[in-house]
């Protein structure tokens, strides 16, 4: 790999060949761009054009540009302008996958808002509530009170002593103030009308679970949570309820839309690639047609 | 007599103090600072009226869509619709095809599609009279509204019309840029429930100086669509100075009668440029750009997919939970190598203190900040849990290579897939669920950080919590009547007296048990010099772990069996607290304290990835993780 080896290594690094490469690059790139004083290419910035900037900064600032800042934007879009046009002369757009996905984009964003440019009527709604009723379903809830017994604290003594509270408590000789035989927490002393998700997101899954078969209006447990054992007293189960139209007609309007949304925008998928004839080739493509094969004949 | 209290209390609040899930109340009237309110008890029941945050909520501040210019253009094609839906806790299909869903819902999230290049989008179906006088474009109207078939036909000759070159020139007037905004604030309307989940709109100004030094900040609305569709977002078109967006933020305000606030993000990535002492155009600083910052910028984004900024181990060199931690520190955005003297100016923990002694020259501390994380996510997907990673583009989904391929490349400087950290949600001490609740509790800084776990942490600050205080019924009733919250200020403390603080953190349910608690001390001196100290104030199996001569914890071991990637609970603690007094308090002395949660070691996502798509991974990669939290400061000012 020593210098001399190779006459044409040392001749790349001639700076005087840099120079020649560099002047001969940008003179091919300005004839590429059409630098051609000949024929001067025109841009008119027209009167609604110029409002057009204007305004988007007003939007922006929420007040109209001075003089100077308009000159700016003017400048700007000029020189925007000058570069989208010769940079798509060159051809710089094709086969770019930016591109491509921004443009595959709008097209999806025109499509979506079709989708989403119908307003559901009274009687769709009704229809898709009654269908999917179970989605709009608002769960159970409870409300519930616990006194919380720290194996940390307890070790093994922690189940016993909770059994013993709850022992007492049922027989209605527990301390006027439950907590009191408790230990210390940040875990609340109890949640009202509290969902089984809610339940979940703070004494656990296991728990949430357990809460769900215990008897209403007496002391019971204890139930093991990751955290410890738990005596608890559910005061109050509230039933899920299926709530009317007029309840959450936004939210059921928002499924209906989000829905169709889909369903439109895979029908435009569909009725564009009907218009094409797609052929994969190599093995993927033979095994894709044996696929195919195999669907018409089991439709048949 | 305090027992007495106690059981008092107890007995009091046996029915009144259950937290509540769904209850909406008035946020306005909470307000810590508040010394008749929360420093006194003029009734008898000290107990009685109480009105403060019950439960954290979590939720992330960060995230990017399709919509966003990188992420559409990356191949996400998952637009804010899903985002929400997924955050909320549905499944959705992800960019590549496969199922995904939260462990369960996030109580709120921020939409911050980038600002800059929100996409021309028409205006057809509304109509916009402009465009209806195009006799082409109000016949697509009209037949989108007829919706059906009608609206497939419409959008049929729209196609042709593009492929013959014959779409009106109106459809692409810049004029309608607006609507790509309007359509988002439209989707956070749709989504946002208060009580049961938020959805706060905002922005993401991108502001990358000088070639990839990462300024970002999210600003985030404390408003509806109403407002929010006043003004177009500001973008780094029209400036990449933070003063200029600081001015943005002003004049909306005024204009709309609004509130706004932004959180910058990534200091990790500015090369040296996030809390620079300096302005943006090189000046020194003066009392009314502090004035500015502190005002617009009460968070701090510690951590997110990109890597944490709260502390780096060549500035904090005793500090070993940050040593080798989720650090993505050797360049910029564009992967621009760091020059010495750089990383000083990109932690949160320094900025902190230069914080402090900033306020000692010119009165104003221009870097008091919050606690906040988010995941930056640009699939949709805000799944910062270990075992369900989606990492931030589309194609870092879940794959057996993804932990090899290269997450950023610029030439031959590369960031590798198994660097993306899975972080991280901000949880907030919000009143109830609501934008108003969550906004005003970002704005007085009652929030904390944490790398995707949800663990819940309080953290009070005051001069006169005893250790009595902790076996409270709820400890935030002693907190609240005898200190001020996470985010709050000490002012100069009484004659002979040391600022206590009362800290107390429960695991997460799904999650894994407590290490320990610190306290994260900074100061500066008389001199002007800062300084830093860690103080481990509450760790689990205290009998068996005693710190050694140089004062450091054992370590707590770990359960991980990183084949199966499974850990047990059976070390470390469900729950952690203590009272600590500051030992080496000088009441002279400008001082801030903010804890430190760290979990047992528990498996990275790197781990449940080499398990379920059975790959070996090269030595360096980390397979176990700490999982923690960081409360926002509480400042002590003489």
Known sequence: MSDGSTGTRSWLREPLLHFLLLGAGLFVLFRLVGGDAQAPKEIVVTEARVEALAENFARTWMRPPTAQELTGLVEDYVKEEIFYREAVTMGLDRDDVVIRRRLRQKLDFISEDVATAVEPTELQLRGYLDEHAEKFVEPARLSFQQVFFSPERRGDAAMRDAEKLLAQLRAGSGPADPWESGDATLLPPGLEAATPQEIANTFGEDFALQLDEAPVGQWTGPLRSSFGWHVLSVSERIPGVAPSLLQIRPIVAREWQSEQRQKLSDEFYQAMRSQYDVRVEGELGELLEEFKAADREAAQ | ?638
């Open chain 2, 1 to 638: 007599m305090r027992i007495r209290i106690a059981v008092a209390v107890l007995a009091a609040l046996a029915c009144s103090v259950v937290a509540s899930a769904q209850q909406i109340t008035p946020s306005q009237a909470y307000r810590p600072a508040d010394t008749t309110k929360f420093h006194k008890a003029p009734g008898y029941s000290p107990y009685a009226g109480r009105h403060y945050p019950t439960r954290p909520l979590f939720g992330d501040e960060h995230v990017h869509t399709g919509w966003s210019g990188d992420a559409g253009m990356s191949g996400t094609t998952l637009g804010p619709e899903d985002a929400f839906r997924f955050a909320r806790g549905e499944e959705v299909v992800s960019t590549s095809g496969q199922p995904a869903q939260l462990s369960r819902p996030l109580d709120w999230m921020a939409i911050t599609d980038h600002s800059d290049g929100m996409g021309v989008i028409n205006l057809i179906r509304e109509g916009d009279p402009e465009m209806m006088s195009d006799p082409t474009l109000k016949r697509w109207h009209d037949m989108m509204n007829k919706g059906g078939e009608s609206a497939s036909a419409a959008m049929m000759e729209l196609i042709a019309a593009q492929s013959n070159k014959k779409l009106p020139p109106l459809i692409m007037d810049p004029r309608f840029a607006k609507s790509a905004w309007e359509r988002t604030t439209a989707i956070a309307e749709k989504y946002n429930e208060p009580g049961r989940f938020t959805a706060l709109i905002g922005y993401e100004w991108t502001s990358n100086a000088g070639g990839g030094d990462n300024l970002h900040r999210n600003v985030i609305y404390r408003d509806g669509k109403d407002k929010a569709d006043l003004a177009l977002p500001m973008t780094t078109f029209v400036s990449e100075n933070p003063e200029e967006l600081w001015k943005w933020m002003d004049g909306w305000e005024k204009k709309t009668g609004g509130r706004l606030l932004a959180i910058p993000h990534n200091g990790n990535l500015s090369n040296g440029r996030m809390f620079e002492l300096q302005t943006f155009e090189g000046k020194p600083i003066s009392k009314d750009w502090a004035e500015q910052r502190a005002r617009w910028e009460p968070l701090f984004e510690a951590i997110q997919f990109k890597g944490q900024s709260e502390a780096h181990p060549s500035l904090s060199p005793n500090d070993e939970f940050t040593a080798g931690y989720e650090l993505w520190d050797r360049g910029n955005l564009n992967l621009v190598p760091k020059k010495p003297g750089m990383i000083q100016h990109e932690y949160l923990r320094e900025a902190l203190k230069n914080g402090l002694k900033l306020e000692q020259e010119l009165g104003v501390n221009p870097f008091k900040y919050g606690m906040a994380a988010g995941t930056d996510t640009h699939n949709a997907l805000v799944a910062a849990e270990e075992d369900n990673f989606f990492s931030k583009f589309s194609g870092g989904e879940p794959r057996a290579d993804r932990w090899d391929e290269d997450a950023m490349k610029f030439g031959d400087r590369v960031v590798k897939g198994w660097e993306v950290t899975a972080a991280g949600y901000t949880a907030v001490w919000a009143l109830e669920n609501t934008r108003e609740a969550i906004w005003d509790a970002m704005k007085r800084r009652e929030t904390y950080a944490t790398t995707g776990t949800r663990l819940w942490l309080r953290f009070f600050g005051g001069y006169e919590f005893a250790a009595s205080d902790l076996d409270a019924r709820a400890p935030a009733i002693p907190g609240y009547a005898k200190g001020v919250p996470m985010g709050g200020d000490l002012r100069k403390a009484p004659a002979g007296k040391a600022p206590t603080f009362m800290v107390a953190a429960l695991k997460d349910p799904y999650g894994g048990n407590l290490d320990r608690i610190q306290i994260v001390k900074g100061w500066v001196d008389s001199s002007g010099k800062t300084h830093e100290k860690i103080f481990d104030v509450a760790w689990s199996q205290p009998n068996k772990r005693k710190p050694g001569a140089d004062g450091r914890l054992p370590d707590v071991g770990s359960t991980v069996d990183v084949a199966n990637a499974t850990w047990t609970n059976t070390i470390g603690a469900p729950e952690l607290g203590a009272v600590w007094t500051d030992p080496e308090f000088n009441p002279a002395q400008r001082a801030f304290y903010y804890a430190r949660v760290i979990e047992i070691p528990t498996p990275r996502w790197t781990a449940y990835d080499a398990a379920y798509f059975k790959v070996k991974m090269a030595p360096e990669v980390p397979m176990v993780t700490q999982e923690r939290a960081w409360s926002s400061p509480i400042w002590y000012t003489p």
